[in-house]
């Protein structure tokens, strides 16, 4: 049974409802949250909580959505919904298209139970079609096998008469005597090749003859009877192999570096004016110059004329879009559903005067692109550490990745940035499998002047959280950083040890550090990680990942495609991003840079 059917523009105003049971929870709010803002409208459905299923419909050209929601037990009996969708949303135009207005609501239930009638019955007579008997499956079959027979009959006998007729003169003599027919056909019309004799050397090569190589000069002759002995090679930078020897311990080498090179002291600016080079919109192209060309004049004056854009229009200026997001490090499967999404968006809407199909689809992209990497919900650490230090509890952020992607140095930045902004804090040393994990945050700590809570090696990393927590708490330290160990997505065990701290000690903010380097293996991180803390968690209420840092960021240079790949996986938004190896090169995400850069050079 159909539970609910709603009609609103894409501004949010319902302007039609019907509604058949009473609903749990706000399926058409998750479905507008998850799916409408976050560019997945190119999905097939939408469940919502195991108990509906939401199937829905876009009319463009007025901004309006149609939206069906039905129990999900019933997903294969309700064939029709897709028809139901389509018809309303037709009778719905037909009627109110040219005067729809927000803050009003339309009468259209007669119009609605009369298409809900025509659509059951039509599904149902599909249905109650019998199937043909075993004599009716028989006499098809005879007809068919009929059919195939006269086709041959009449396929053999046009062969028939194509075929020449034969010649009288079968062979010709010769001096020599009998020559074959074929042979006679080829000599009259063709020239016959001559056979040379088989050779072991390739066609086409050139026989070369062999030089003998000459000694080298400054080799010395051997003694009669004696071997030649081998001589070492000399390396041109022979002379300065003993400043790669590091084994020899000098007053030189153990010195410390100084703090210029290291950033100690040096501001955390998280301005988005400032982040790296990487995001510089320097140089842009212009759009008329990669926009594809058109031959033709047919095709050049279809550009001009004003009319629907059709799913036929988008494709090949999609496809190319597509492929120029790959290039720029997005995973396929995300630049597949982002693509299919915006088509979605644009499939029936009207393209004004003298508007190209390309400059509608590459607004549509940019402005898909803002709406995913802008954050929906606002993580201000300084604001909430200050809250939780008036509540006189410290303000808990864990760090999670996998192995090798910069944790503990990224945790080193968020703790000099949290410093410079007056507030106390403790690196919690959770990382009690690597070998020098707790040595590597003790040099952080030193050269920030923080305290390191550990327990040495082999402890359970959720049981040293939670002594860490009690301690700063009794300290009143504002701030406790969790570093974790480095854990491969597919690693069960130690996702479930990642899953059991976050349940036990319930941080405020769990963080994923990804690389930016990463193009499809992101997909891969995020989405076992974030459902690895869902199922294994043992807090009461599933808790995922809250934000990502991304890091190595300035290596990457215009390939920035990363950081679509992971907001898109799981909703979260970018916290920080790393730009360097010094404790200042941390920034906020510059949203318009990454899209101009994402759409730079098509």
């Given at each position: 049974?159909?539970?609910?059917?709603?009609?609103?523009?894409?501004?949010?105003?319902?302007?039609?409802?019907?509604?058949?049971?009473v609903?749990?929870?706000?399926?058409?709010?998750?479905?507008i949250?998850?799916?409408?803002?976050?560019?997945?409208?190119?999905?097939?459905?939408?469940s919502?909580?195991?108990?509906?299923?939401?199937?829905?419909?876009?009319?463009?050209?007025?901004?309006?959505?149609?939206?069906?929601?039905?129990?999900?037990?019933l997903?294969?009996?309700?064939s029709?919904?897709?028809?139901?969708?389509?018809?309303?949303?037709?009778?719905?135009?037909?009627?109110?298209?040219?005067?729809?207005?927000?803050?009003?609501?339309?009468?259209?239930?007669?119009?609605?139970?009369a298409?809900?009638?025509?659509?059951?019955?039509?599904?149902?007579?599909?249905?109650?079609?019998?199937p043909?008997?075993?004599?009716?499956?028989?006499?098809?079959?005879?007809?068919?096998?009929?059919g195939?027979?006269k086709e041959t009959?009449?396929?053999?006998?046009?062969?028939?008469?194509?075929?020449?007729?034969p010649?009288?003169?079968?062979?010709?003599?010769?001096?020599?005597?009998?020559?074959?027919?074929?042979?006679s056909?080829l000599?009259?019309?063709?020239?016959?090749?001559?056979?040379?004799?088989?050779?072991?050397?390739?066609a086409?090569?050139?026989h070369?003859?062999?030089?003998?190589?000459?000694?080298k000069?400054?080799?010395?002759e051997?003694?009669?009877?004696?071997r030649?002995?081998?001589?070492a090679?000399k390396?041109?930078?022979?002379?300065?192999?003993?400043?790669?020897?590091?084994?020899?311990?000098?007053?030189?080498?153990?010195?410390?570096?100084?703090?210029?090179?290291?950033?100690?002291?040096?501001?955390?600016?998280?301005?988005?004016?400032?982040?790296?080079s990487?995001?510089s919109?320097e140089?842009?192209?212009?759009?008329?110059?990669?926009?594809?060309?058109?031959?033709?004049?047919?095709?050049?004056?279809?550009?001009f004329?004003?009319r629907?854009l059709?799913?036929?229009?988008?494709?090949?200026?999609?496809?190319?879009?597509?492929?120029?997001?790959?290039?720029k490090?997005?995973?396929?499967?995300?630049?597949?559903?982002?693509c299919?999404?915006?088509?979605?968006?644009?499939?029936?809407?009207h393209?004004?005067?003298?508007?190209?199909?390309?400059?509608?689809?590459?607004?549509?992209?940019?402005?898909?692109?803002?709406?995913?990497?802008?954050?929906?919900?606002?993580?201000?650490?300084?604001?909430?550490?200050?809250?939780?230090?008036?509540?006189?509890r410290?303000?808990?952020?864990?760090?999670?990745?996998?192995?090798?992607?910069?944790?503990?140095?990224s945790?080193?930045?968020?703790?000099?940035?949290?410093?410079?902004?007056?507030?106390?804090?403790?690196?919690?040393?959770?990382?009690?499998?690597?070998?020098?994990?707790v040595?590597?945050?003790?040099?952080?700590?030193?050269?920030?002047?923080?305290?390191?809570?550990?327990?040495?090696?082999?402890?359970?990393?959720a049981?040293?959280?939670?002594?860490g927590?009690n301690?700063?708490?009794?300290?009143?330290?504002d701030?406790v950083?969790?570093?974790?160990?480095?854990?491969?997505q597919?690693?069960?065990?130690?996702?479930?040890?990642?899953?059991?701290?976050?349940?036990?000690?319930?941080?405020?903010?769990?963080?994923?550090?990804?690389?930016?380097?990463?193009?499809?293996?992101a997909v891969?991180?995020?989405?076992?990680?974030?459902?690895?803390?869902?199922?294994?968690?043992?807090?009461?209420i599933?808790?995922?990942i809250?934000?990502i840092?991304?890091?190595?960021?300035?290596?990457?240079?215009e390939?920035?495609?990363?950081?679509?790949?992971?907001?898109?996986?799981?909703?979260?938004?970018?916290?920080?991003?790393?730009v360097?190896?010094?404790?200042?090169?941390?920034?906020?995400l510059?949203?318009?840079?990454?899209?101009s850069?994402?759409?730079?050079?098509?």
């Amino acid at each position: 049974m159909l539970e609910h059917f709603v009609i609103f523009t894409k501004s949010g105003f319902v302007l039609w409802q019907n509604t058949s049971a009473v609903l749990i929870g706000n399926p058409v709010n998750e479905l507008i949250k998850t799916v409408l803002l976050e560019e997945r409208a190119g999905l097939d459905s939408f469940s919502y909580e195991g108990k509906y299923t939401l199937k829905w419909t876009q009319a463009n050209d007025c901004n309006l959505v149609f939206v069906a929601v039905y129990q999900k037990i019933l997903h294969a009996s309700l064939s029709y919904i897709d028809d139901l969708l389509d018809e309303t949303k037709k009778a719905f135009i037909s009627i109110y298209g040219s005067d729809i207005k927000p803050f009003q609501n339309y009468s259209f239930d007669k119009q609605f139970e009369a298409l809900l009638k025509e659509v059951q019955s039509r599904c149902q007579k599909s249905k109650d079609k019998k199937p043909s008997t075993y004599e009716e499956r028989e006499e098809n079959k005879k007809l068919k096998n009929a059919g195939k027979g006269k086709e041959t009959a009449k396929n053999k006998a046009k062969d028939k008469l194509e075929q020449p007729e034969p010649t009288s003169e079968v062979t010709e003599t010769t001096a020599q005597g009998v020559v074959p027919p074929t042979l006679s056909v080829l000599s009259s019309g063709f020239k016959i090749p001559k056979f040379r004799p088989v050779s072991n050397v390739p066609a086409g090569t050139k026989h070369v003859k062999k030089v003998r190589r000459t000694k080298k000069e400054d080799t010395p002759e051997p003694a009669p009877g004696t071997r030649r002995t081998k001589v070492a090679r000399k390396w041109d930078c022979e002379e300065d192999v003993g400043t790669l020897d590091f084994s020899v311990k000098s007053s030189e080498t153990d010195q410390v570096l100084p703090n210029a090179d290291l950033g100690i002291g040096e501001k955390v600016i998280l301005d988005p004016s400032s982040e790296s080079s990487s995001s510089s919109d320097e140089d842009e192209p212009q759009q008329a110059a990669s926009t594809p060309q058109k031959s033709g004049l047919l095709k050049y004056f279809s550009n001009f004329i004003n009319r629907e854009l059709t799913e036929k229009d988008l494709e090949p200026v999609m496809l190319q879009i597509s492929n120029h997001l790959i290039t720029k490090n997005v995973a396929a499967e995300i630049s597949e559903k982002l693509c299919a999404s915006v088509t979605q968006n644009l499939i029936g809407k009207h393209l004004g005067t003298f508007e190209r199909v390309y400059t509608a689809v590459r607004e549509a992209m940019e402005t898909a692109l803002v709406r995913i990497l802008t954050p929906k919900r606002q993580i201000d650490v300084l604001r909430e550490a200050r809250a939780a230090r008036e509540k006189n509890r410290p303000y808990v952020i864990v760090f999670a990745g996998v192995n090798g992607v910069g944790k503990s140095t990224s945790l080193a930045k968020v703790c000099s940035w949290l410093l410079q902004n007056e507030l106390s804090v403790m690196i919690a040393a959770c990382d009690t499998f690597r070998a020098g994990a707790v040595e590597q945050l003790q040099v952080h700590a030193k050269n920030l002047g923080v305290n390191v809570f550990h327990r040495g090696y082999g402890k359970d990393p959720a049981g040293v959280a939670a002594e860490g927590i009690n301690k700063a708490r009794k300290e009143k330290t504002d701030v406790v950083l969790i570093d974790t160990a480095g854990r491969m997505q597919d690693n069960e065990l130690l996702m479930r040890a990642l899953a059991k701290l976050v349940g036990v000690n319930e941080p405020d903010l769990v963080l994923f550090v990804g690389e930016a380097l990463v193009g499809n293996e992101a997909v891969d991180q995020l989405t076992k990680f974030n459902r690895s803390l869902e199922e294994y968690g043992t807090g009461s209420i599933p808790r995922g990942i809250d934000g990502i840092v991304l890091t190595k960021f300035d290596t990457v240079d215009e390939k920035v495609g990363a950081a679509i790949s992971m907001v898109y996986t799981t909703g979260q938004p970018i916290v920080f991003v790393g730009v360097g190896q010094k404790y200042s090169d941390l920034r906020q995400l510059n949203v318009q840079r990454i899209v101009s850069v994402l759409l730079k050079g098509h």
